[in-house]
């Protein structure tokens, strides 16, 4: 009795290989598709986040360990709570900025003291948050005043805004600018209350 085996013909070895090389195309590029969009997500998660603590923490008086505490108490209420957005810094030296979540002793828009930082999110390299009126190289400060949470923002050129909602972009970077970008995401703050939706 005799038995044969036979192999695979070079044909179908290399038909195989070339569906494998196609469907390994295509998942790369589903992969990178799903990572840039992550980035995005994450950042404007990380925005919405941070707004939502800085008004809540100013709503309820949330109370902070700090050497700044008037009397020399190590416990008080600040005067505010807010959100700053870097577009550069030492905090995150190989990314383009980052989002602070900080308090303030006093309800006047300053420099952001490092010692105030309750949390920081570097933004991605390759994502950009975009303000109306906004330059590069600047910093904007969206701030809840205790208790009430009354809600005031600044820009670059220290002015708060008056209108009645401001649109922040958060998107893929593309030359400085979103508007050429395919994958964004925005949030709208209503100015009265600081909202974001």
């Known amino acids: 009795m005799s038995t044969s085996s036979r192999g695979f013909t070079l044909i179908e070895v290399l038909l195989v290989v070339t569906i494998m090389a196609i469907l390994s195309v295509g998942a790369f590029s589903g992969m990178v598709s799903l990572q840039r969009s992550a980035r995005v997500n994450e950042t404007h998660s990380r925005l919405v986040t941070f707004l939502d603590l800085a008004r809540n923490y100013a709503l309820n008086g949330k109370q902070v360990s700090s050497s700044s505490c008037p009397s020399g108490s190590t416990e008080c ?25 900080y308090y303030a002793m006093s309800d006047q828009f300053s420099v952001i003291n490092e010692n105030h930082i309750l949390d920081l999110y570097c933004i991605p390299a390759k994502v950009n948050v975009e303000f109306p009126e906004a330059s590069l190289g600047s910093v904007q400060k969206f701030q809840y005043s205790t208790p009430f949470g009354l809600f005031r923002a600044q820009y670059i050129d220290e002015k708060n805004t008056t209108a009645s909602a401001l649109t922040i972009t958060i998107c893929e970077k593309n030359n400085f600018t979103c508007a050429a970008s395919s994958l964004s995401k925005s949030l709208t703050l209503y100015t009265n209350v600081g909202v974001p939706e």
Do not use: D, T, Y
Not at 86 to 97: D, F, N, T
């Open 77 to 101: 209420v600040p005067s505010v709570f807010g959100v700053g957005v870097l577009s550069s810094g030492e905090k995150c030296p190989a990314q383009s900025g980052g989002i602070l979540l």
